[in-house]
């Protein structure tokens, strides 16, 4: 979605690496987190500091730990969070609908430090647990909070899409953990790099050592791609200024995500089969408008004729994922917006033409 | 060590990425590992092929799957090879001295799938296990086979160090599972790129499902750079020959490594305090030259006095890793030959002039 943006930047984003450059595993040997490249971190803390999304400079106290995408350090805050001499594994809970990813990473070791337990608002034990809050949510763009609120709980925040292309930022994050990606800043998802925020340094070095022992760091390559994109995302930020009309990245990314959302109201309309969740207007501190939501992802709802929305779709060429993947009703569907334009369209010509109740071409309803 | 080498490769391995390249997830969609690029693929067969170290043809019947680096790829063999409705979890073993980190990646996350069982000589279980056979061996360079040949056995071959510089081709590998690193190959340790080579395809979809789930997939930028350092490799292995004055890659790298180790014994024989092992001669099929093993790595051994070689060591102010780390004892050490050659000079330096049994300045014995 974002390539032809980036395209038009020609050389300034273009990044040229020697045969010799960067061929040690070590990176900043003194530092919490010894892999991450101090031009990396220099980038996050700075992007942060000028959108206003996130409190990540040193002085607010806090590390930054780099991972092979944030799913990684999913994984890493996982590990650094559950003490190992438990008798119990520690709860891990989301509220639903939740990113379908989470229940997978939880999973997939049998680990006897953590278990999975689903959605958060079923969680109701006098157990040590955790909550993972995303804002705005993966699958369905709501603006959240930890809804579990018992004692010994500790919170994640995934803050991937909280970047002022898909939503207003209201105010500056400030929590224990949070975790943020290249992928979803930017649209950079090949180069598998992301970074999590952390106040106590304890935890960061936990999360270095998770990801010193699953892949002894993290591509050099992609970390200095990332600093240089990163860092020229904030140059145009400071000098093409953030209300006027030359575009930085997240205005222009900003107007991309809104065109398109107001062509899949139209073509959801035009079906009079679906409907889409309504999203809150705000005033963005970045940006300095009021404007709503604009999720990467759709959250289609069928109507109530229809109990399987991933079929119904399939049967029509669309690839969603099942709302019974987010811990939700199969009625719901999760759909990427983030395609490339000819996809997109095709996507909305598709969904435009189906009717639900209405006879198709076998004399079956559908 | 090998910077220089790469540095005057000039422009021939330099790469440059837009910043619009290489954005997607996805690399090869309908391949059984989705995220691996198809010219990185064919780098790695056409080195493997031309080296001669192990068969990884497509028409081998072999799949490959990439990690963030070939400790990711550890994990994920792990992860597909034992069963998840296992009752007990698959003992891990490694015949000592074995790698260390290997002990830290399955105890990592507490899993119920796997345990580690240590030293492979001492295993006699009638249950399933699977060993890690590491050749040339990390820490001692040894020459290895799988030790334990009992039934319900599984075998990964981690073969980082199989290549011409480090020791004699002496025959085409081809087992089910063999682990290859893009940092010792080449010494390109800050990308984090190994690959798998592996023969059943249901093992390398589910290792491929493990690298997703931990990360989805691996750093395009990383692979992009692998698949063009490899290819020259190739290219000048081709046109310059494997035996003539001229130098490819692994005849300037394995001349290197003579010249280290022709040193480092000349060290311990000045200090007369030390002991290194003995390596075979052999054919190499890719040189067509007789020659010996020359480890990445010296296994030092302190004379019979000192107990304890790493804190000797470290007194002098070499920093090694105590045998007791690699599951044997602490008279021995690891290590790294691989350091840049000043540091490489400073260390002999203060090798040499090690005495044990000799009073030190402070008149105790050390």
Same mark, same amino acid.
């Given at each position: 979605? #974002?390539? *032809?943006?980036?395209?038009?930047?020609g050389?300034?984003?273009s990044?040229t690496i020697s045969g010799?450059? *960067?061929m040690? #595993?070590?990176?900043n040997?003194k530092?919490?987190?010894w892999?991450?490249?101090p031009e990396l971190?220099k980038s996050i803390r700075?992007?942060?500091g000028l @959108?206003? $999304?996130a409190?990540a400079e040193?002085?607010d %106290?806090c590390y /930054?730990?780099?991972?092979t !995408?944030?799913?990684?350090? @999913?994984?890493? *805050?996982?590990y650094?969070l559950?003490?190992?001499?438990q008798? +119990? =594994?520690?709860?891990?809970v989301?509220a639903?609908p939740? #990113?379908s990813?989470y229940?997978?990473? @939880?999973?997939l070791l049998?680990?006897?430090?953590?278990k999975?337990e !689903? &959605?958060?608002?079923?969680?109701?034990?006098? +157990?040590?647990?955790? +909550?993972?809050?995303t804002t705005? $949510?993966?699958? &369905?763009?709501s603006i959240?909070?930890?809804v579990?609120?018992?004692?010994?709980?500790k919170?994640?925040?995934?803050?991937a899409?909280?970047?002022?292309?898909f939503?207003p930022?209201?105010?500056q994050?400030d929590?224990d953990?949070?975790?943020?990606?290249f992928?979803k800043?930017?649209?950079?998802a %090949?180069s598998? /790099? %992301?970074?999590a925020i952390v106040?106590?340094?304890e935890v960061?070095?936990?999360?270095t050592?998770f990801?010193e022992v699953?892949s002894? %760091?993290?591509?050099?390559?992609?970390?200095?791609?990332?600093?240089?994109?990163?860092g020229?995302?904030c140059?145009?930020?400071?000098?093409?200024g953030?209300n006027?009309?030359?575009?930085?990245?997240?205005?222009h990314?900003?107007r991309l995500?809104?065109e398109?959302w107001?062509?899949?109201h139209e073509?959801?309309k035009r079906?009079e089969?679906f409907?889409?969740?309504?999203?809150?207007?705000?005033?963005?501190r970045?940006?300095d408008?009021?404007?709503e939501?604009?999720p990467?992802?759709a959250?289609?709802k069928?109507?109530?004729? @229809?109990?399987d929305?991933e079929s119904?779709l399939k049967?029509h060429?669309?690839? *969603?994922?099942?709302?019974?993947?987010?811990g939700?009703d =199969?009625?719901y569907?999760?759909?990427?917006?983030?395609?490339? +334009?000819?996809?997109?369209?095709?996507?909305?010509?598709?969904?435009?033409?189906?009717k /639900? !109740?209405?006879?198709?071409?076998? !004399?079956?309803?559908?």
């Open positions: 979605m #974002y390539e *032809a943006y980036w395209r038009a930047m050389d300034r984003c990044l010799s450059d *960067a040690s #595993y070590l990176s040997p530092g919490t987190c892999f991450l490249l971190e700075r992007i942060h @959108v206003g $999304n409190a040193a002085e %106290g /930054i730990v780099v991972g !995408g944030s799913t990684q350090l @999913v994984n890493a *805050a996982l650094a559950c003490p190992r001499d008798p +119990e =594994p520690t709860s891990v989301c639903a939740y #990113y990813c229940q997978e990473v @939880v999973e049998q680990s006897k430090l953590y999975w !689903g &959605d958060a608002h079923k969680f109701n034990k006098d +157990e040590p647990f955790i +909550e993972i809050v705005p $949510n993966n699958p &369905d763009g959240r909070e930890p579990v609120n018992r004692p010994n709980g919170v994640v925040y995934d803050l899409y909280y970047w002022p292309h939503t930022i209201t105010h994050a929590y953990i949070m975790l943020f990606t992928s800043c930017s649209g950079h %090949g598998r /790099i %992301g970074w106040k106590d340094k960061a070095a936990k999360m050592k990801v699953i002894i %760091g993290v591509s050099k390559d992609s970390q200095l791609r990332a600093a240089k994109i990163l020229t995302i140059d145009d930020c400071q000098t093409l953030t006027t009309k030359s575009e930085n990245f997240f205005n990314a900003r995500m809104t398109r107001e062509k899949l073509a959801v079906s089969s409907s889409l969740p309504k999203y809150p207007k705000n005033y963005c970045f940006s408008e009021f404007f939501t604009h990467a992802f959250w289609l069928c109507n109530d004729k @229809v109990k929305c119904l049967a060429k669309i690839l *969603a994922r099942s709302g019974s993947r987010f939700a =199969p009625a569907v999760r759909l990427s917006l983030l395609g490339r +334009e000819e996809v997109f369209n095709i996507f909305l010509e598709r969904l435009s033409t189906i /639900i !109740g209405i006879s198709n071409g076998n !004399g079956h309803h559908i």
